[in-house]
Every structure is written in C-alpha cells, then in structure tokens.
C-alpha cells in the first residue's frame, strides 16, 4: 500500500466508516433518551396542571 499524501489525512476504511457511523447513531439516540428522560421526569415534578394552563 502506498503511503497517502499530506493533503489526504487519515483515510478510514469501509469498516471504519460504518462502525463510526454506527457508533455516531448510538451516541444520538441515547442523547435523544436522556432529552426525553428529562422532559418527562419534569413534568412529573411539576404535576399535569402544567400542560393545562393559560398562556
């Protein structure tokens, strides 16, 4: 294999591309979990009148 030149940087295999891509989607969903954790458990604590108000 030939050496990639300087302008080139790292470059990832097929493999690499797709367990980045898997890693990057896993780390996306357990944001949007822990988002959606905490929007529940703050509606919990502030009681259902909260949805229920006037603006």
């Known amino acids: 294999m030939s050496e990639p030149s300087p302008d080139e940087g ?3 295999t097929e493999e690499q591309k797709r367990r980045r891509r898997n ?3 896993a780390i ?3 944001l ?3 988002v959606a954790l905490f929007y529940v458990v703050t509606i919990v604590k502030l009681g259902p009148g ?3 108000r006037p603006m």
């Open 10 to 12: 790292i470059v990832l």
């Open 23 to 25: 890693r990057s989607i």
């Open 28 to 30: 996306a969903l357990s």
């Open 32 to 34: 949007a979990a822990l």
């Open 50 to 52: 909260v949805l229920n």
